[in-house]
Nanobody
Framework: QVQLAESGGGLVQPGGSLRLSCAASGLSLETYAIAWFRQAPGKQREGVACISSSGRMTYVSPFMEGRFTISRDVAQSTVYLQMNSLKPEDTAVYYC????????????????RGQGTQVTVSS
């Protein structure tokens, strides 16, 4: 059974940092690409970042480039999203998803996704 479990969310002040983790079980990171999405109340789901199954390709949305970084630890079967210089507009539920290839478009439905972790950026 495939499970994706996000952790690391919380309340942080503007300008702060958080590192989200996506722990995968029941699948191999070397077989599936892992993407991070976010969704704020009343807004459409937004693709944040993705790392390919080979690990050689990473993508970060231009809106977050320079602030967010995606990485992975295959041995730990975990994908990370490092978020720096956080802004109030980054407030959302962040969740990870797995599919054969990187899925970023908000209308695409990934094969597997986690339940999400809340990130709140506020002073």
């Amino acid at each position: 059974q495939v499970q994706l479990a996000e952790s690391g969310g919380g309340l942080v002040q503007p300008g702060g940092s958080l590192r989200l983790s996506c722990a995968a079980s029941g699948l191999s990171l070397e077989t599936y690409a892992i993407a991070w999405f976010r969704q704020a109340p009343g807004k459409q789901r937004e693709g944040v970042a993705c790392i390919s199954s080979s690990g050689r390709m990473t993508y970060v949305s231009p809106f977050m480039e320079g602030r967010f970084t995606i990485s992975r630890d295959v041995a730990q079967s975990t994908v990370y999203l490092q978020m720096n210089s956080l802004k109030p507009e980054d407030t959302a539920v962040y969740y990870c998803a797995a599919d054969d290839d990187c899925i970023i478009a908000p209308t695409e439905i990934p094969k597997f996704r986690g339940q999400g972790t809340q990130v709140t950026v506020s002073s």
